[in-house]
C-alpha cells in the first residue's frame, strides 16, 4: 500500500522566513492595475455594505492545545475580537492586563472529543508518517487506496448500507447527491426550508439542470404530504433533510416521514452531518436513534464533526455509489481525501465503539445545561433565542470575557428577531465546565424565547416556499 520513509523532509528555517517576505512583498494580483479598477471599486462597496449591517466576518487565530473544548488566546486577538463584537452590541471594551487567557470553546462541532483523542492522533501521525498524504488525485484518477477502501467499509457497516462514497467534505457530499440525482424535468426535490446551504446548492444546481424543487414548512408533514399529493406520479421524487438541524438543535420528525416514504414512494435522503457517532445506540445517527434506518435511501454525513477529522461520505446501495462516482461532479473532480484523515476517521469509529461511555457523558451534559437554565432540549446543539441581534451580541460578548466562547447567531443565518446564543457541547466537557457555562449565562440576565414558540412561528420562516422555489 506504501511504505515507511527513512526521514521526514523539512524545509530549512531561513526558507519558510524567505517564503514568508516573498509573499509579503508580493502584490496581489487584484490589485496590480491599480485601486480604482472596477474590481476593486466594487468589493470595496461589497464589504462596506456587509460593515455597515453589522454582517462582516472576520479571523481570530488562537493557539491549540490538547485539549479539543480549550484554546489558548493572546490578550491582543481577544480584545480585538470581543470589542469588535462590543461594538456593534453598544457593550464596554474589554481591559485586561494578561498578556493571554485560555478559552473555554461552546462552539465546535467536535461532539465526541476526539479530535484529540491519543488513538486518533497516533492513528494520523502513523498515516502521515508511512504514507504522507497519499496519492494527490482525484480518487477515480489514482487517488483511491485500500485505507479508503477499508473506511467506506466500515462506514457502510456503521449505517448498515450494502456500500459508501467518501467525499472530500459533507458539502460536496450533499451538493453531488442532489445536483446529481435530480436532473431533468422529471426530477422534483423536496426539501425542509431550514435545510443546510448545501442542500439548497445542490438545489440550484438541479434546478439549472431542470429538475423542479418544493420545499416543505420546517419539519411540517401535513405541508410535505400536500406536496407530495400535488405531484404526479410519474414524477422521480427525492425528500431530503437534516436529522439534526444545526441552528435548530432539533431533529428531523423521521417516523413521519418514513411513513410518507411508505404512501408515495419517493427516495429519502437524509443528512446525518451533526448525528453521527452522536446518536443512536452503535452511534448510527438519527435513523438509528428513531429506528428507521433500513428506511432510508440515502445516508449522507461528514468526518469533521463526530469523527474529529475531514472529510464527507454517501452511504447506500451499490449502484448508488456507482452513479456518483460517475456523475457527482463534486466526487469526480476533487482530489482524494488525505490519509491521515482516513486513518484518523477509520480510528475514531474503533474508539466510539470501545468507549460508548463517551456518548453517555454527552448526552449527560446535555441534559445538565438543560436543567440548570430551566429550558427544553433535544442534542447537543442547544439554541439560546434571545430575539434581536444586540442583546445576543452583547452576551457573547460578556460570556468571550469571562473565558467562554459562545457564537452570537445572527440574520440572514436565521431568521429575522431570532437572534440566539448557540451553544454546542462536547463529551470533552466537564461537568464543571457545564455549571460553569451556566452560572455565566446566567449573569447576562437573559429571557429566552421557547424553541416550539420559535419553530412554529409563521413570522420566523426564513423563506417562503415561493421564494425557495425560485432558486
Known sequence: M???????????????????????????????????????????????????????????????????????????????????????????????????????????????GLSQHPAICKAAAEAATHCGMGPRSSALV???????????????????????????????????????????????????????????????????????LQVYRHNDMAHLEQLLAACPSSKRKLVITDSLFSMDGDFADLPGLVRLRRQYGFALALDEAHATLVAGRAGGGAAEMFGVADQVDIHI??????????????????????????????????????????????????????????????????????????????????????????TALAASAQLLKKGFHVPAIRPPTVPKNTSRLRVSLSASHTAEDVRRLAEAIQDCNLHFLPMDQVLTSAATRALSSKKLSKL
Open 142 to 212: 489514482g487517488g483511491y487506496t485500500q485505507m479508503h477502501q477499508d473506511l467506506e467499509t466500515s462506514l457502510a457497516t456503521l449505517k448498515g448500507t450494502e456500500d459508501c462514497l467518501l467525499f472530500s467534505s459533507g458539502f460536496a457530499a450533499n451538493l453531488a447527491v442532489v445536483s446529481a440525482l435530480c436532473q431533468g424535468p422529471e426530477a422534483v426535490i423536496f426539501s425542509d426550508e431550514l435545510n443546510h446551504a448545501s442542500i439548497i446548492d445542490g438545489c440550484r444546481l438541479a434546478i439549472r439542470s431542470r429538475g423542479a
Open 301 to 390: 454525513g461528514t468526518l469533521s464533526k463526530g469523527f474529529g477529522s475531514h472529510g464527507g461520505f454517501v452511504a447506500g446501495s451499490s449502484i448508488l455509489k456507482s452513479f456518483l462516482m460517475n456523475k457527482g461532479r463534486s466526487y469526480v473532480f476533487s482530489t482524494a481525501l488525505p490519509l491521515p484523515a482516513v486513518a484518523a476517521a477509520q480510528a475514531a469509529i474503533h474508539v466510539c465503539h470501545q468507549e460508548p461511555e463517551r456518548r453517555r457523558n454527552l448526552w449527560e451534559r446535555v441534559q445538565q445545561l438543560g436543567d440548570l437554565l430551566g429550558v427544553a432540549v433535544q442534542s447537543p446543539v442547544i439554541p439560546l433565542v434571545v430575539g434581536d441581534e444586540a
Open 2 to 112: 506504501c511504505s515507511r520513509r527513512n526521514s521526514v523532509s523539512t524545509i530549512p528555517t531561513y526558507c519558510v522566513s524567505m517564503l514568508a517576505q516573498d509573499a509579503q512583498q508580493r502584490p496581489m494580483a487584484l490589485y496590480s492595475a491599480g485601486e480604482s479598477t472596477q474590481w476593486q471599486r466594487w468589493l470595496s462597496s461589497s464589504v462596506n455594505r456587509l460593515e455597515s449591517a453589522n454582517l462582516l466576518r472576520t479571523l481570530h487565530p488562537v493557539s491549540t492545545t490538547l485539549s479539543s473544548v480549550e484554546v489558548e488566546i493572546s490578550h491582543v486577538t481577544l480584545k480585538e475580537w470581543h470589542d469588535s463584537i462590543a461594538d456593534i452590541s453598544g457593550s464596554e471594551h474589554l481591559v485586561s492586563s494578561q498578556v493571554s487567557m485560555r478559552l473555554k470553546l461552546f462552539s465546535l462541532n467536535d461532539y465526541m
